[in-house]
Structures are given as structure tokens and as C-alpha cells.
């Protein structure tokens, strides 16, 4: 049987950074709330001109050379976005594999949110399992910049912009594959978090320019509470269906979207300071982008080596929620 192994990791950071001050001179707010209620003091946004893929194809390149393959050993590429470069067609991955000059690979986009991540990890996971991929090139990618509302200070505190990426490859050696992945969702929370213009359930006409402006809504409060619940209570699941300690794992890498959320997650499952990684601080939330990006600083900072044992849990906007307990695999 095929098994899958997270070879390697890549991200891409824009330059400019926009900084709690900066906010404050754009909405009624300040450096200290915003750092007290969400531990973010700054986070990284495009230039105009930079789309989602432009980011999602910087970090491919760089997971891509990273894992040792030539380019056209990937058969297969899935991009996690919900600020896509074009919201109907081409999909992003599409346009990504066109940047790459990847030929014939097979390309779609998923919409899960911040859970983006872990979902298409599982989808990876499970086409080369069943034998039908060998190498899944995996892409976090977000401009959450182009959907944010800069006059509304409960949302445009939280964003930034990024992508991360990773390749995923067939294996026969057992002790290199990804343990497991949990994912769900709940579609009665669905009004917590969206972008409620733009789409066929909009009720602005898709052409009158009031209604396109596609922007995310939040009902703040209600989501940390479900947040913290819902992450806990994963990853509970996903170690005690494997047999595994809390204190097996080496890097516990959540969704970057709260330095609260994460604090409560991790004192829940009686998790070291160490085991924590945190981005949060310097990148926001980026969504789909924010747990490859969050790997990939512990990579290029060295504190990721080989066979150490990841867990990942994500949740976001539907709502969704996903967990994945991920050996660090790479061929070199
Ligand atoms: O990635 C997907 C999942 N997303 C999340 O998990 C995000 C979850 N939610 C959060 O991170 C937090 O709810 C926020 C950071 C968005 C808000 O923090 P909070 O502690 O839940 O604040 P709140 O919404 O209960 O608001 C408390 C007060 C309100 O004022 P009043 O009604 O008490 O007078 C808000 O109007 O804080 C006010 N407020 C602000 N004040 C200064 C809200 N946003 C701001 C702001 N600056 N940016």
C-alpha cells in the first residue's frame, strides 16, 4: 500500500508591513487593544499588483526545489484560497500550475477557509493512498487584503496576506506517513463568518458595484467561543484515536488567528510553551495560508528536522475544523 509523506516546505511573505499604528490611523483603535485582544501587533499585505497565485506560485517554487523532485514528477496540484485571483474561473491552481509551467497536471481549488490547509492535505493523502497521484503539490494562498473591509475594525485588525506550500509524495515506509487527518464542518454557524456579497445568495445584483464589493463579515465574539471548543475538543480526538501523548508531539502548529484562541487550545491539552509554534504576532491571520506559513518559519529558522512530529489543527469560516498528525519527511 501507498502511503503519504510531507516531504517539504515552502512559503512567500510580502514586503510591506502594516502595523497596529498604521490601523489606528485608519479605524478607532489602538496598538494595545488590538495587541491585548489578539496578540497581533503586525501583518503583511500584497501590492496591488500581486495576486493569490503570484504568492501561491512563490511558495511553490521554493517547496518544489526544497523536496528534491523535478517539477515534472508533480502530478497533481490543490490550491486552499478564499481570496482567489478570479472568484468564478480559472481556479487558482490553475493559474499557479500555468506560473510554474507544470503541464497537464490535474489543478483545482478548495474553499474551506483557514481550515484550507488541513483539507487539502487530506485530499492529497487520500489520492495517493489510493494509488491515482504519487506527488500532490499543496498551496495555502491568500490576498485576504483584496476581501477586507479597512473601515471596519472588528475584521481589518485580524488580516494579512501570504502562501505556503508543500509537497506530498508516496511512500512504502510506514514510518514516514502522515498519521491521520480529521476533518468536519457545520454549516449551522455558516452566518459567523462570510462574504456575504458577490455570490448567487447575494442580495445585491452581481453587477450593481454597491453589492460586488466582496468583503468578509464577522461575528467576532460568537467565533472565538466556538474556536476554542471546536479546536480543542479535535484534537482531543485525533491523539486519543491514535494512542498519542500531548507530549509526543514536538510542534503544534494551529490557525494563526489569535493569540487568545491559541493560549486557551494549548493550555486545554497541557501543552508546553516549546511545543507551541506562534506567527501570529507578525502575520495575522492569513487563512488558508497561515499553518504552511507557520511550518515554514520553523523550517528556514532550523528547528524543524527530519521525523519530528507535527500536529496541525485549523478552523475557519462554513463552519469548518480539521486536524493532522504530519512526521516531518523529507528525502534529504
Ligand atoms: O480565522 C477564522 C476564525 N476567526 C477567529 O477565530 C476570530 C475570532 N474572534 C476574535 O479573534 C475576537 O472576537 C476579536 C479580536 C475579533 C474581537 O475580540 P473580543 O474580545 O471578542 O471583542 P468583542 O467583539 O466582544 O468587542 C468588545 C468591545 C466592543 O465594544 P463595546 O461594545 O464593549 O463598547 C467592540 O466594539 O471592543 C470593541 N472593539 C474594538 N475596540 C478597539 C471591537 N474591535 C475593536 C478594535 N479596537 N479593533
Given at each position: 500500500?501507498?502511503?503519504?509523506?510531507?516531504?517539504?516546505?515552502?512559503?512567500?511573505?510580502?514586503?510591506?508591513?502594516?502595523?497596529?499604528?498604521?490601523?489606528?490611523?485608519?479605524?478607532?483603535?489602538?496598538?494595545?487593544?488590538?495587541?491585548?485582544?489578539?496578540?497581533i501587533k503586525e501583518r503583511r499585505i500584497s501590492k496591488k499588483e500581486?495576486?493569490?497565485?503570484?504568492?501561491?506560485?512563490?511558495?511553490?517554487?521554493?517547496?518544489?526545489?526544497?523536496?528534491?523532485?523535478?517539477?515534472?514528477?508533480?502530478?497533481?496540484?490543490?490550491?486552499?484560497?478564499?481570496?482567489?485571483?478570479?472568484?468564478?474561473?480559472?481556479?487558482?491552481?490553475?493559474?499557479i500550475s500555468n506560473k510554474l509551467g507544470l503541464a497537464n497536471v490535474?489543478?483545482?481549488?478548495?474553499?474551506?477557509?483557514?481550515?484550507?490547509?488541513?483539507?487539502?492535505?487530506?485530499?492529497?493523502?487520500?489520492?495517493?493512498?489510493?494509488?491515482?497521484?504519487?506527488?500532490?503539490?499543496?498551496?495555502?494562498?491568500?490576498?485576504?487584503?483584496?476581501?477586507?473591509?479597512?473601515?471596519?475594525?472588528?475584521?481589518?485588525?485580524?488580516?494579512?496576506?501570504?502562501?505556503?506550500?508543500?509537497?506530498?509524495?508516496?511512500?512504502?515506509?510506514?514510518?514516514?506517513?502522515?498519521?491521520?487527518?480529521?476533518?468536519?464542518?457545520?454549516?449551522?454557524?455558516?452566518?459567523?463568518?462570510?462574504?456575504?456579497?458577490?455570490?448567487?445568495?447575494?442580495?445585491?445584483?452581481?453587477?450593481?458595484?454597491?453589492?460586488?464589493?466582496?468583503?468578509?463579515?464577522?461575528?467576532?465574539?460568537?467565533?472565538?467561543?466556538?474556536?476554542?471548543?471546536?479546536?480543542?475538543?479535535?484534537?482531543?480526538?485525533?491523539?486519543?484515536?491514535?494512542?498519542?501523548?500531548?507530549?509526543?508531539?514536538?510542534?503544534?502548529?494551529?490557525?494563526?488567528?489569535?493569540?487568545?484562541?491559541?493560549?486557551?487550545?494549548?493550555?486545554?491539552?497541557?501543552?508546553?510553551?516549546?511545543?507551541?509554534?506562534?506567527?501570529?504576532?507578525?502575520?495575522?491571520?492569513?487563512?488558508?495560508?497561515?499553518?504552511?506559513?507557520?511550518?515554514?518559519?520553523?523550517?528556514?529558522?532550523?528547528?524543524?528536522?527530519?521525523?519530528?512530529?507535527?500536529?496541525?489543527?485549523?478552523?475557519?469560516?462554513?463552519?469548518?475544523?480539521?486536524?493532522?498528525?504530519?512526521?516531518?519527511?523529507?528525502?534529504?
Open positions: 500500500m501507498a502511503y503519504a509523506a510531507f516531504r517539504s516546505i515552502g512559503a512567500y511573505v510580502p514586503e510591506k508591513i502594516l502595523t497596529n499604528d498604521d490601523l489606528a490611523k485608519m479605524v478607532d483603535t489602538t496598538d494595545e487593544w488590538i495587541t491585548k485582544r489578539t496578540g500581486e495576486t493569490t497565485s503570484d504568492m501561491g506560485t512563490a511558495a511553490a517554487k521554493k517547496a518544489i526545489e526544497r523536496s528534491g523532485l523535478d517539477i515534472s514528477e508533480i502530478d497533481m496540484l490543490i490550491c486552499a484560497t478564499i481570496s482567489p485571483d478570479y472568484f468564478c474561473m480559472p481556479s487558482t491552481a490553475t493559474i490535474t489543478s483545482f481549488d478548495i474553499s474551506a477557509a483557514c481550515t484550507g490547509f488541513v483539507y487539502i492535505l487530506s485530499i492529497a493523502k487520500a489520492f495517493i493512498e489510493s494509488g491515482m497521484k504519487k506527488n500532490v503539490l499543496i498551496v495555502g494562498a491568500e490576498k485576504l487584503s483584496a476581501i477586507t473591509d479597512y473601515t471596519d475594525r472588528g475584521t481589518c485588525i485580524l488580516f494579512g496576506d501570504g502562501a505556503g506550500a508543500a509537497i506530498i509524495s508516496a511512500t512504502e515506509n510506514k514510518e514516514e506517513a502522515i498519521i491521520d487527518i480529521h476533518t468536519g464542518a457545520d454549516g449551522t454557524f455558516s452566518d459567523l463568518l462570510m462574504t456575504p456579497n458577490g455570490g448567487s445568495g447575494s442580495i445585491h445584483d452581481a453587477l450593481d458595484q454597491e453589492g460586488a464589493g466582496c468583503f468578509m463579515q464577522m461575528k467576532g465574539n460568537e467565533t472565538f467561543k466556538v474556536a476554542v471548543r471546536t479546536l480543542t475538543k479535535d484534537v482531543v480526538e485525533i491523539l486519543e484515536d491514535n494512542n498519542i501523548e500531548s507530549s509526543a508531539i514536538k510542534h503544534f502548529i494551529p490557525h494563526q488567528a489569535n493569540l487568545r484562541i491559541i493560549k486557551a487550545v494549548g493550555d486545554a491539552l497541557k501543552m508546553k510553551d516549546e511545543q507551541v509554534v506562534l506567527t501570529v504576532a507578525k502575520y495575522g491571520n492569513t487563512s488558508g495560508a497561515s499553518i504552511p506559513m507557520a511550518i515554514n518559519d520553523i523550517y528556514e529558522q532550523g528547528k524543524l528536522k527530519k521525523g519530528e512530529l507535527m500536529l496541525l489543527d485549523a478552523f475557519g469560516g462554513g463552519l469548518t475544523w480539521g486536524s493532522a498528525l504530519v512526521p516531518f519527511s523529507p528525502l534529504k
